[in-house]
């Protein structure tokens, strides 16, 4: 499967930003979302089983980012909502057989986005 994310860019704390993640290939995975500060290690956002019925965020972004899928395009979308200066990082999207929350259970991966948020 090949996954393209798209959506990053700068914006100001407060502000909002949508990510996609198209996927192409065989696309009956669950999918995530992941994301890596400079000089931070890579950490679980979200992510979303094949059906959408299972969800998972992580604490810091909770009411904040909802993540949605449309599997008729091959899509999934991260809706980041409230964005602060920590968000800022470069976003992964990741794909999964099964469904789990750490970057160990993904196997295929996206070439990263970047978000930026201004103070």
């Known amino acids: 499967v090949q996954l393209v994310e798209s959506g990053g860019g700068l914006v100001q704390a407060g502000g909002s930003l949508r990510l996609s993640c198209a996927a192409s290939?065989?696309?009956?995975?669950?999918m995530g979302w992941f994301r890596q500060a400079l000089g931070k290690e890579l950490e679980s956002v979200a992510a979303?089983?094949?059906?959408?019925?299972?969800?998972y965020y992580a604490e810091s972004v909770k009411g904040r980012f909802t993540l949605s899928r449309d599997n008729a395009k091959n899509t999934v979308y991260l809706q980041m909502n409230s964005l602060k200066p920590a968000d800022t990082a470069v976003y992964y999207c990741?794909?999964?057989?099964?469904?789990?929350?750490?970057?160990?259970?993904?196997?295929?991966w996206g070439q990263g986005t970047q978000v930026t948020v201004s103070s």
């Open positions: 990741a794909a999964t057989e099964g469904y789990g929350t750490r970057p160990s259970e993904y196997d295929y």
């Open positions: 290939g065989r696309t009956r995975y669950a």
């Open positions: 979303i089983s094949w059906s959408g019925y299972s969800t």
